[in-house]
Protein backbone atom coordinates (compact mmCIF):
# COMPACT_ATOMS: atom_id res chain seq x y z
CA UNK A 1 0.00 0.00 0.00
CA UNK A 2 3.24 2.64 0.91
CA UNK A 3 4.65 1.84 -2.44
CA UNK A 4 1.44 1.99 -4.34
CA UNK A 5 0.58 5.62 -2.28
CA UNK A 6 4.16 6.56 -3.47
CA UNK A 7 3.28 6.13 -6.94
CA UNK A 8 -0.09 7.57 -7.09
CA UNK A 9 1.46 10.91 -5.40
CA UNK A 10 4.60 10.47 -8.01
CA UNK A 11 2.18 10.82 -10.83
CA UNK A 12 0.18 13.73 -9.02
CA UNK A 13 3.53 15.38 -8.74
CA UNK A 14 4.45 15.04 -12.43
CA UNK A 15 0.60 15.84 -13.44
CA UNK A 16 1.18 19.24 -11.52
CA UNK A 17 5.00 20.19 -13.02
CA UNK A 18 3.35 19.21 -16.42
CA UNK A 19 0.15 21.86 -16.19
CA UNK A 20 2.58 24.09 -14.34
CA UNK A 21 5.00 24.25 -17.35
CA UNK A 22 2.44 24.19 -19.54
CA UNK A 23 0.75 27.01 -18.16
CA UNK A 24 3.68 29.47 -17.31
CA UNK A 25 4.37 28.45 -21.11
CA UNK A 26 1.13 29.87 -22.37
CA UNK A 27 1.22 32.86 -19.18
CA UNK A 28 1.00 36.64 -20.74
CA UNK A 29 2.54 39.50 -19.24
CA UNK A 30 0.84 42.62 -19.30
CA UNK A 31 2.77 45.29 -21.82
CA UNK A 32 4.69 42.68 -23.62
CA UNK A 33 4.07 41.40 -26.76
CA UNK A 34 3.31 37.40 -27.09
CA UNK A 35 5.35 35.20 -29.20
CA UNK A 36 3.76 34.05 -32.32
CA UNK A 37 7.10 31.80 -33.23
CA UNK A 38 3.81 28.74 -33.38
CA UNK A 39 1.56 29.82 -35.58
CA UNK A 40 4.45 29.91 -38.61
CA UNK A 41 5.26 26.41 -37.85
CA UNK A 42 4.39 25.70 -41.35
CA UNK A 43 0.70 26.29 -40.86
CA UNK A 44 -2.25 26.17 -42.93
CA UNK A 45 -5.96 27.97 -43.02
CA UNK A 46 -8.44 26.44 -45.42
CA UNK A 47 -10.36 29.95 -46.19
CA UNK A 48 -13.64 31.34 -47.84
CA UNK A 49 -13.46 34.43 -49.30
CA UNK A 50 -16.90 36.52 -49.57
CA UNK A 51 -17.68 40.20 -50.95
CA UNK A 52 -20.43 42.31 -50.85
CA UNK A 53 -19.94 44.90 -53.57
CA UNK A 54 -21.60 47.99 -55.20
CA UNK A 55 -20.37 47.43 -59.28
CA UNK A 56 -20.04 50.55 -61.29
CA UNK A 57 -19.99 50.93 -64.97
CA UNK A 58 -17.45 53.85 -65.00
CA UNK A 59 -17.33 57.08 -62.69
CA UNK A 60 -20.47 59.82 -62.49
CA UNK A 61 -23.11 57.37 -62.59
CA UNK A 62 -24.81 55.42 -60.05
CA UNK A 63 -24.24 51.30 -59.32
CA UNK A 64 -25.21 48.79 -61.41
CA UNK A 65 -27.70 47.64 -59.71
CA UNK A 66 -28.85 49.55 -57.45
CA UNK A 67 -27.27 47.84 -54.14
CA UNK A 68 -24.59 45.35 -53.14
CA UNK A 69 -24.25 42.01 -54.52
CA UNK A 70 -22.82 39.55 -52.03
CA UNK A 71 -20.99 37.05 -54.23
CA UNK A 72 -18.45 33.81 -53.30
CA UNK A 73 -15.31 33.71 -54.23
CA UNK A 74 -14.47 30.21 -53.29
CA UNK A 75 -11.80 28.57 -51.33
CA UNK A 76 -8.10 29.79 -50.58
CA UNK A 77 -5.49 28.34 -48.67
CA UNK A 78 -3.35 31.31 -46.23
CA UNK A 79 -0.10 30.13 -45.15
CA UNK A 80 1.81 31.00 -42.33
CA UNK A 81 5.25 31.26 -42.74
CA UNK A 82 7.36 33.03 -40.52
CA UNK A 83 6.47 35.21 -37.35
CA UNK A 84 9.37 38.33 -36.75
CA UNK A 85 9.65 38.90 -33.15
CA UNK A 86 10.86 42.32 -33.14
CA UNK A 87 8.60 43.78 -35.54
CA UNK A 88 5.44 42.03 -35.01
CA UNK A 89 4.62 40.54 -38.04
CA UNK A 90 3.20 37.14 -39.40
CA UNK A 91 4.27 36.42 -43.07
CA UNK A 92 2.07 34.58 -45.25
CA UNK A 93 1.19 33.44 -48.72
CA UNK A 94 -2.14 32.51 -49.80
CA UNK A 95 -2.76 29.74 -52.63
CA UNK A 96 -5.67 29.82 -54.99
CA UNK A 97 -7.11 27.86 -57.46
CA UNK A 98 -7.02 29.29 -61.37
CA UNK A 99 -10.66 29.89 -62.62
CA UNK A 100 -9.47 28.54 -65.97
CA UNK A 101 -7.09 25.59 -65.48
CA UNK A 102 -8.42 24.22 -62.11
CA UNK A 103 -4.90 23.86 -60.94
CA UNK A 104 -3.59 25.30 -57.91
CA UNK A 105 -1.18 27.98 -57.48
CA UNK A 106 0.35 31.04 -55.48
CA UNK A 107 -1.99 33.68 -55.51
CA UNK A 108 -0.03 35.85 -52.93
CA UNK A 109 3.26 36.05 -51.29
CA UNK A 110 4.44 37.83 -48.45
CA UNK A 111 1.13 39.12 -46.99
CA UNK A 112 2.39 41.07 -43.99
CA UNK A 113 -0.05 40.50 -40.88
CA UNK A 114 1.07 42.98 -38.22
CA UNK A 115 -0.05 42.25 -34.31
CA UNK A 116 -2.25 44.56 -32.91
CA UNK A 117 -3.76 43.28 -29.34
CA UNK A 118 -4.24 40.30 -27.30
CA UNK A 119 -2.63 36.79 -26.38
CA UNK A 120 -0.41 33.93 -27.98
CA UNK A 121 -4.02 32.12 -28.08
CA UNK A 122 -6.39 34.62 -29.59
CA UNK A 123 -5.13 38.25 -31.18
CA UNK A 124 -6.39 40.45 -33.82
CA UNK A 125 -3.63 41.60 -37.12
CA UNK A 126 -4.10 43.99 -39.71
CA UNK A 127 -3.06 43.60 -43.64
CA UNK A 128 -2.67 45.52 -46.96
CA UNK A 129 -3.23 43.34 -50.00
CA UNK A 130 -3.32 44.80 -53.31
CA UNK A 131 -2.76 42.45 -56.68
CA UNK A 132 -1.71 42.91 -60.31
CA UNK A 133 -5.37 43.15 -61.10
CA UNK A 134 -5.77 46.57 -59.58
CA UNK A 135 -7.57 45.36 -56.66
CA UNK A 136 -7.32 45.98 -52.97
CA UNK A 137 -7.88 44.82 -49.46
CA UNK A 138 -7.74 46.02 -46.35
CA UNK A 139 -8.26 43.09 -43.38
CA UNK A 140 -8.46 42.63 -39.84
CA UNK A 141 -7.52 39.40 -39.04
CA UNK A 142 -8.99 37.76 -35.83
CA UNK A 143 -6.68 34.36 -34.68
CA UNK A 144 -8.50 31.86 -31.93
CA UNK A 145 -6.14 29.02 -31.49
CA UNK A 146 -6.25 26.23 -28.16
CA UNK A 147 -3.55 23.48 -27.75
CA UNK A 148 -3.62 20.01 -26.29
CA UNK A 149 -2.69 19.78 -22.79
CA UNK A 150 -1.61 16.32 -22.35
CA UNK A 151 -0.81 13.50 -24.71
CA UNK A 152 1.11 12.85 -27.88
CA UNK A 153 -0.33 15.92 -29.22
CA UNK A 154 0.92 18.16 -26.39
CA UNK A 155 1.23 21.46 -27.19
CA UNK A 156 0.31 21.46 -30.67
CA UNK A 157 -3.14 23.25 -32.10
CA UNK A 158 -5.85 21.15 -31.92
CA UNK A 159 -8.05 21.05 -35.20
CA UNK A 160 -11.22 20.23 -36.78
CA UNK A 161 -12.49 24.21 -36.95
CA UNK A 162 -10.95 24.44 -33.29
CA UNK A 163 -7.94 26.53 -34.30
CA UNK A 164 -9.23 29.20 -36.80
CA UNK A 165 -8.65 32.58 -38.31
CA UNK A 166 -11.67 35.09 -39.52
CA UNK A 167 -11.95 38.75 -40.20
CA UNK A 168 -14.01 41.39 -38.05
CA UNK A 169 -13.74 44.42 -40.92
CA UNK A 170 -12.46 44.22 -44.44
CA UNK A 171 -12.31 46.52 -47.49
CA UNK A 172 -12.61 45.64 -51.24
CA UNK A 173 -11.70 48.38 -53.71
CA UNK A 174 -11.17 47.39 -57.97
CA UNK A 175 -10.97 48.75 -61.08
CA UNK A 176 -10.87 46.88 -63.83
CA UNK A 177 -11.68 47.03 -67.92
CA UNK A 178 -15.04 46.83 -68.57
CA UNK A 179 -15.70 43.90 -70.95
CA UNK A 180 -18.70 45.82 -73.08
CA UNK A 181 -16.85 49.27 -73.64
CA UNK A 182 -16.52 50.39 -76.75
CA UNK A 183 -13.03 49.90 -78.21
CA UNK A 184 -12.61 53.62 -78.93
CA UNK A 185 -14.33 54.36 -75.38
CA UNK A 186 -11.63 53.35 -72.33
CA UNK A 187 -14.26 52.69 -69.64
CA UNK A 188 -13.33 51.36 -66.26
CA UNK A 189 -15.31 49.27 -64.60
CA UNK A 190 -15.43 49.80 -60.58
CA UNK A 191 -16.05 47.21 -57.20
CA UNK A 192 -16.41 49.12 -53.86
CA UNK A 193 -17.59 47.03 -50.81
CA UNK A 194 -16.89 44.93 -47.95
CA UNK A 195 -14.74 41.49 -47.50
CA UNK A 196 -15.08 38.63 -45.26
CA UNK A 197 -12.63 35.53 -44.89
CA UNK A 198 -12.66 32.59 -42.74
CA UNK A 199 -11.94 29.39 -41.74
CA UNK A 200 -9.99 26.69 -39.84
CA UNK A 201 -6.40 25.34 -39.65
CA UNK A 202 -5.84 22.41 -41.44
CA UNK A 203 -2.53 20.02 -41.40
CA UNK A 204 -0.36 19.95 -44.57
CA UNK A 205 -1.41 16.47 -45.69
CA UNK A 206 -4.81 17.71 -46.46
CA UNK A 207 -4.04 20.42 -49.15
CA UNK A 208 -5.37 19.59 -52.76
CA UNK A 209 -2.13 20.50 -54.19
Request: proline share 5%.
Amino acid sequence: MKAQRMLVGGLMVAVFVTCLALGMANAQVQGEYPDLAAWANDTWFRVKLTVTTYHFDGVGIKPKPSGPATIPMGTAYINITTWNNSSHVLTANIWARDDKTGSWGLFFEGLEITYFAGSDLKFIGSAQLETSDDAKMNLVFVFTGKKYQSGPKLGNFILGGVTKLSTISGSILEIDDAEDAPPDVKLKERWAGSATISGPMVPADSLPF
